[in-house]
């Protein structure tokens, strides 16, 4: 069974300050996607990275897909309060399936 | 911008009850999905639909059923609720490839008691 590992679990930090959040593999995955969720609400597509170490940017986030797309990487600069939420990433296996990790929750302190 | 619209935002059944949960897309996605959501355990694939009239079983389908007579609407049934399946239910909804990304609906949260 493929997995995909996110860590840390818990990430709780100052606003203003950078973080990275990482999400491993053993298994290659054709494509990956990071998605952001708040309490009560359902997870929301944040990017989808396709080829190995492409780096993509939205805003403050920087996401980065390892070179042999087994891993992928989450970093935030100046984090603020509503950057507070629960970070899943997936990604679609050989089978065309898409596999979730537990996801990372992260709590910015204002 | 794509949208899946979940029925219930909240539910509370009896032990024993039928229990339905509908959800309806609006970009003509062919694939659909439901999930539970519980602390700890991270998103869980309970059902999927490739197509109309299509499903298959995704990781934990005991206890449930889906339906999908129309490409928009794809619903889950749950045939004699339990408290084990008070949860947060989450419908979504793609294009093929996967890798474009899944779209997710507002979830529903069920209680059974």
């Known amino acids: 069974t493929q997995l995909l590992e996110q860590s840390p679990q818990f990430l709780s930090i100052q606003e203003g300050e950078n973080l990275t959040v990482y999400c491993n593999s053993s298994?290659?995955?054709?494509?990956l996607q990071w998605y952001r969720q708040e309490p009560g609400e359902g997870p929301v597509l944040l990017v989808t990275v396709v080829t190995g170490g492409e780096v993509k940017k939205l805003k403050r986030l920087t996401f980065q897909f390892g070179d042999a797309r087994k891993d992928s990487s989450l970093h935030i600069t100046a984090a603020q309060p509503g950057d507070t939420g629960l970070y899943l990433c997936a990604g679609e296996d050989r089978d065309d399936k898409i596999i979730f990790g537990k996801g990372t929750r992260l709590h910015i302190l204002p | 911008d794509v949208k899946v619209t979940q029925s219930s935002r909240y539910l509370v059944k009896r032990t024993g009850e039928k229990v339905f949960l509908e959800c309806v897309q609006d970009?003509?996605?062919?694939?659909m999905f439901w999930y539970r959501q519980d602390p700890g355990l991270g998103l869980r694939l309970i059902y999927f639909?490739?197509?109309?009239?299509?499903?298959e079983k995704g990781d934990i389908p005991e206890g449930y059923s889906v339906s999908r007579e129309k490409k928009e609407r794809f619903s889950l049934i749950l045939e004699s609720a339990s408290t084990n399946q008070t949860s947060m239910y989450l419908c979504?909804?793609?294009?093929?490839?996967?890798?474009?990304?899944?779209?997710f609906g507002q979830g529903t949260r069920l209680t059974v008691v």
């Open positions: 979504a909804s793609s294009l093929l490839p996967l890798g474009q990304g899944v779209f």
């Open positions: 298994s290659v995955f054709s494509s």
């Open positions: 639909s490739y197509d109309v009239k299509m499903k």
């Open positions: 970009m003509d996605h062919e694939n």
